[in-house]
């Protein structure tokens, strides 16, 4: 043993020596960002899917308008300077600013603004549906878009809706993304308008450009050198793949990573006492809810969806499972958009609970099943929702699955209830909630409106189908936010077959040099605003 | 003699043959019976269905099992391994991307385990039941029995965030990403080429602790084997009448019983080195490892089969090519099966 002891010993001592760390921090000119890129499979704006792509996309692409990162229902200019509704409410006028040019160099013009949209529509990709919802289709697409001038867009709107609804649209990434035609055409495909070509290239007008995209390993972004705003405080920003919570809480304590964006509640708590690191909180999109099957005969009685409402504890979840990734909401507008009511002020009420079931021809409860994705934040949340229906003689039992299993089951139209997460809220309007969550315009099973959760829920209701319709195309504002609260209130008389318990908020952890971050919601923070105080 | 080996040389090429396609059927059903939607990994939660269908018969999901099966098996019998939905590249150039950061790690890892088990093996079975063989056995069952992402995280946590003697996650610091062109694709080979002793210090760093705590584990397993085999050995007549006719106990264990077992640790090491290729994936996740083992496992949970299927075949050829070799070392260690 000694002789092995004697070698073995300096070697182990000297290469650890050797292949110490060099660099305790990040370079001074480069962001380093940390989240899982498991659900990044596109960097087209027209196909991408799922928030951390928006997170990329948002710092390549400008679009003609912004949300504001601050007060969610305002809408700042960006590559238009300004815009007019007609007084018809049948189109939207844009006129460009003066001076914006891709990272290409091409002066961005109204040709590529129309020629985006007309792309989006036509290939018909994930992004389209934002649009189509408003009767926008490949068809109408040439009509739809046009460009009187260099510097002007007229959108006519196919069909009657709020336009304010349109110019939010265009303001998220994706469905409102502008691209450099010309760059993109040249590398046109049979025909793909460059949709290959963009699934690891960019061409934006945005403050960086894509330096490298290594799926499930990192993406770089370049400082736009021609970029026509302020230029951006950070020459890089390197992007990693970290798929482990704890391993991004690890790196941003040593400094290793700037920025984490996914990481869980239990390591955003143990980072709170931390010095080195600062955690801010911001509005998301979409909801935590209890989501029964209309399918179900139980649940078709409105005092069975009742007992259920009053079988959630809705501080408790919110207090002991969704600390920084839910705040309390009961009703399905998020707070602070226009028209939003208060909390209806729900509470765990078990006796209520049991006098309804018994009013329904249930006084001992019944046997069910109760779908949640086998991850954080889903299961917990099950498991106390289990325990709270048990209280009133309800014996649910928990079916765990993949994110396919849990929401493909509600698209087949095959479960009882769900423990799930949407609901709309991409856009700072009501209209985005009520139709994700209760509209259903054809409840056949052939209809397969598996992106609306009213149809997923089997929930049909004609009344409400018109309020919402009616809603969208109510110009009087004042009038607009009445039928808004309006539809709320009726919503929580007839117990529909989705109830929210708390809205989605995202939070990430930064180092405490970080200054002028400014977190958007649903994953579209601005970086170029980021920079380094040491 | 000649039509003896074609003979046998074909029976072989045969029994590889219906191995892989044994192998892709398998793999395609288990793959198509588990509850994932390529399609909507595609188009998302919010698409409707015309979109829904029209990328679903633009990758041939539409079509019967069968007809994409054989679609499948025609495209790699021309060569054409198909391209990756999570990438949208071919996916024998995402496999050549990720496969030298497995085979940086695996090679590492089995220079470990095997530099370190196969030594200690021996020392324990000579030393059975004394102390050395005590500590030896509790450590080789702590290595075997410890869930290896957690001795990840704990190696992290001690070496990386208490101690600071080890890179964290990833193959390289932010400071050196991109430095050296990718030749080989093999870090530390890239970095000798360009001559960036900096870069290869930085990628030995984020190396180190990864390679250890796969190394470890199969330390624990071929340390275990070693033993076994050895005590086997020490137990046979041959042993004591080398050392009652004064052969000294170091050349009997040396030139006589561990040239008996030399046969069996080829095996072990190639199944073992072959294991590491293919399921690192946990130690790849903790430590944000861009290799094989995740890119496999992330295309098998959104049902992107090409990538799947590939992945596979590939596995399945590295496994046979590990026995291939095997069985010529078996040839030069053991002349009764020459």
Redesign the interface.
Known sequence: ?KP?LRIVGPVLLG??L???????E??PN?L?VGFSM?NI??LDPA????KETVQVLTNIYDNLVALDAVNRAQVDPQLAESWTIADDNGSITFKLSKGATFASGNPVTSADVVWSFKRLMKL???Q???L?THGFSAANADASFTAPDDGTVVIKLPKKVDPQIIVQTLGIVGPGSILDMKAVMEHDKSGDMGA?WL??NSAGSGPFTLG?W?????V?LEQNPKYWGEKPAMRRI?M?????S??QR??L??G?IDIAFSMSAADLKALESSKDVKIQTNGGSGFYYLAVSMKDEKFQKPKVREALRYLIDYQGLNDSVLPYFGKLRDRPVPAGIFGALPNAGYKLDVAKAKALLAEAGYPNGFPTTLRAISDVPFMSLATAIQATLAQAGIKAEIVT??G??I??AMRERKYELVVGR?GGGQLPHPDSNFRAIVYNPNNADEA????FQGWRTSFYDEKINKMIDDALVEGNKDKQIKEYQDIQTYYAEMVPAIQPFSEVVDSVGFRADIKGLELNPSWSTQLRTVKKER | MNNERLTAFTRQAGTILATLLGLLILTFCIGRLMPVDPVRAIVGEEADQATYNMVAERIGANLPLYQQFFRYVNDLAHGDFGTSIRTGQPVINDILHVMPATIELATFAIIVGAGLGIPLGILAAVRRNRPVDHIIRFLTLIGHSMPIFWTGMIGLIIFYAALDLVGGGGRLSDYYIGLVPETTGFLLIDAIIAGDWEVFRDAVNHLLLPASILGYSSMAYITRMTRSFMLDQLNQEYVTTARVKGLSKGRTIWHHAFANIRVQLVTIVALAYGSLLEGAVLIETVFSWPGFGQYITNNMLIGDMNAVMTCVLLVGIIFIALNLLSDALYKIFDPRTR
């Open positions: 043993m092995l290469s650890t050797l292949f110490q760390p060099a660099h305790a990040t370079p480069m380093v498991t499979l596109t196909a991408i899917t799922g018909n990709l994930a389209a549906s934002f189509k290959a699934t690891n490298q290594q799926s499930n390993e990192r770089t390197m990693r793949h970290l798929a482990e704890q391993s690890l790196m304590e040593k290793d699955g993949s396919d299993q929401y493909g949407g397969k409106l598996t992106n």
